[in-house]
Structure formats: structure tokens, C-alpha cells
């Protein structure tokens, strides 16, 4: 069965979800399965909707070919970047892409059935994994809150948005990844389990092998010499362990008595380098979350931006505003970021010790 699509019954006036939200189920074996499961998934949102706002849900689809849904997702506006789940250090089970449905911002989820259909079991006959799947589902709901505020407060931004320079996309790139996990994981606690332990094994693993992967991006530099690529690779790699950081101390701060610093993280050696920047991304994310939805102006998210910036400078790559559209990186010489057998060279030595 390829697909089956339906809409919501009529809904009680205390849940946020529209009355005409569409569901579509892919790949499942046949009609009577998609249709148990797009019941349940309204039953659970309808409930969910209670406590976060899904007044901008778009619709849900529910695919046991997860990756094709993602690729094949409409969303409402040109673009040639495709919807790819997350593989690495984390494995993206579930997504709520923003789209746009005549001319309005809104959030579509779509959830990789094998993981997120747990929710179907029967009363009391719950496992531990109907939790995972019902906090899955409450995950993905809470970004539909979050999206919308951000939207409401600054309109036009979200997809339309066009950046001057390669600095200003990237940069916006990662302020809106690291907010948009930290406020999730803040809206959504612990509803069907706590995330915090998984959060904190994750963030521990990457910030632990972050610095020296970056400090390999720039040896390579030396050879390849595409400064865009390099800029890419290391924003990139350290917008990863910003938004990693920022689903644990969300989770942690959603908790009644939060510890922001437990010992497996500061007693780790890399958090001599990363200690800084943790302690200004705690900071900055309170005092977003503080003003949520009553932001006075883009700037303040700027903040998060800063510390993207930062965090390269201290890696090793420098970049500064020839004009709007123009940005130079520099990358300079440090014994870290020179090529394998580099330091042989009684020239490069000298230059480097000075």
C-alpha cells in the first residue's frame, strides 16, 4: 500500500489543531493498519494540542519509507536542496520541515513509522518504547510552537530570507538549529520520557572529537586551497555541537532542578576549550527563552551567531566584513592546522614560532 490519506474528525474547541488537518500514511501493509494509525496519531495530537500550540500544523504524514517521504515532501516554494534524515553521531527518525501554504508559514511533520507507530499499543499493555514514541511525536509538535512564534515576530524571514554573503547564511543557518532544539526540548520536558541522559551521552561524544575533526578540515585546506568549502565544513561542524548542546540544556532546564554542569561533561579535556562558549550559549538561550515570542528585534539571536564565530576564530579560521556582500576568511598558519610532516620544514618551524 503506497498511501492513504485522511483528514481529522470534527475537534473539541480545547485542542489547537485544525479541523481540516490531513494525514497521508506511506508504505504500510494495508488500509486497516494506516487507518488505526492515522486514528491514534489525531487521538495523541488532539491531546498534545492541549498543552502546545499546533494551530499551524500543516499535516502529518506517518511513512515506513522515511527517507522518501522526506525527499518527496512538497514544500511550497522552489528550491533543489532535498530533505535528507540525519546519519552520524544521532539517526533522524522524525522531521517538521517548514512550508509554505499560500503564502503562510507552517510546519509539516513527518514521522518514520518504525519508530513512531509504538504509540499504537493498547492501554496499560504500554512498553517503554510507547514513551520514546509519544515524546517523538510531542518533539516534533513542540517545533510547530516555535516556528510560529518566530514567524509571528518576524515575518518573511523563515524561507524568504535572502542572504548578502555566504557569513550572514551560514551564521543564520546555526542560530536558528541551536534555538529552535533548545526551546523544543524546553517546551516539550520529559512528556513520555526524559531525553536528558541520551542528550548528554550525545553532546559528550561530539564535543569530545569536534576540535580535532575541524583542525583536519583546515589541514586539508593546505591542500585543496577552496577557502568556501573549508568555511562551510567548519561552520558546519561546530553549528553541530552548538545544536547538540543546545537539546541538553534544553531537556535539563525543562527539569524542575536542572544541572546545566554535570561532572561527565565538565570533567571531560575538551571542556577547557568549549567551557567558554557553553557558559555564553547557556546565557544567550535563557534570555531568549525569557522573551519568547516578545523578542525586540533579530539582533538579540545575533548573539548565538557571535559564538558560531568565535568557536572558529578559536579553531582557526578568521573571517571580517569587507563590505555587505564581501567576506574574507582567513586561515593562519598554526602548528594544529598544518599538514601531516608540515613541521619537518625548518622554514615553516620559524615561521610558526615567531
Keep these: 500500500m503506497q498511501g492513504e490519506e485522511g483528514t ?19 508504505g504500510f501493509a494495508n488500509e486497516d493498519y494506516a487507518k488505526e494509525a ?55 527518525v522524525a522531521m517538521a520541515p517548514t512550508v509554505i501554504r499560500d503564502g503562510v508559514i507552517k510546519t509539516h511533520l513527518v514521522l518514520n513509522a518504525n519508530y513512531a507507530l509504538s504509540i499504537l499499543e493498547e492501554p496499560g499493555e ?31 524571514i523563515l524561507l524568504q530570507k535572502k542572504y548578502n554573503n555566504i557569513l550572514d547564511n551560514m551564521r543564520w543557518q546555526v542560530i536558528l538549529a ?43 585546506y593546505r ?22 548542546a543546545s537539546y541538553f540544556l534544553g531537556a535539563v532546564t525543562a527539569r524542575e532542578t536542572p544541572e546545566t554542569h554535570p561532572a561527565v561533561l565538565t570533567q571531560e579535556a575538551e571542556f577547557e576549550w568549549f567551557s567558554p562558549f557553553f557558559e555564553r550559549l547557556v ?12 523578542w525586540d528585534g533579530l539582533d538579540v539571536f545575533e548573539a548565538l551567531g ?22 574574507n576568511f582567513n586561515i593562519p598558519y598554526r602548528s594544529e592546522t598544518m599538514p601531516d610532516g608540515a613541521m619537518m620544514t625548518p622554514l615553516l618551524r620559524g615561521m610558526l614560532d615567531r
Aim: net charge negative; proline share 2%; hydrophobic share 40%.
Design 126 to 156: 504500554e512498553t517503554e518504547y510507547f514513551g520514546q514514541s509519544l515524546h517523538l511525536v510531542a518533539h516534533e509538535c513542540a517545533h510547530v510552537e516555535v516556528t510560529a512564534a518566530f514567524d509571528s515576530s518576524f515575518p518573511k
Design 306 to 327: 557571535d559564538i558560531l564565530e568565535d568557536m572558529a576564530e578559536s579553531i582557526g579560521i578568521e573571517a571580517s566584513r569587507v563590505s555587505d556582500e564581501l567576506i
Design 223 to 244: 591542500t585543496h586551497g577552496d577557502v568556501g568549502q573549508v568555511a562551510a565544513e567548519m561552520y558546519g561542524g561546530i553549528g553541530e555541537l552548538l545544536k547538540y
Design 38 to 92: 492515522i486514528y491514534k496519531l489525531h487521538s495523541v495530537l488532539s491531546v498534545i494540542s492541549q498543552s502546545i500550540d499546533l494551530t499551524n500544523l500543516d499535516g502529518v504524514t506517518v511513512a515506513f519509507d522515511y527517507d522518501e517521504a522526506l525527499a518527496e515532501l512538497d514544500r511550497g516554494y522552489e528550491t533543489t536542496y532535498k530533505l535528507s534524515a540525519t546519519k552520524g553521531v544521532a539517526i533522524g
Design 8 to 26: 481529522a474528525d470534527k475537534l473539541p474547541d480545547n485542542v489547537s489543531i485544525p479541523s481540516n488537518l490531513q494525514f497521508s500514511a506511506r
Design 178 to 220: 541551536t534555538w529552535d532544539e533548545y526551546a523544543v526540548c524546553r517546551i516539550v520536558g520529559s512528556i513520555g520520557y526524559d531525553p536528558v541522559d541520551g542528550y548528554l551521552e550525545t553532546l559528550v561524544k561530539v564535543f569530545g572529537t569536534t576540535r580535532g575533526q575541524l583542525y583536519e578540515m583546515i589541514k586539508a
Design 283 to 294: 546565557k544567550v538561550h535563557e534570555g531568549l527563552w525569557s522573551d519568547f515570542g516578545k
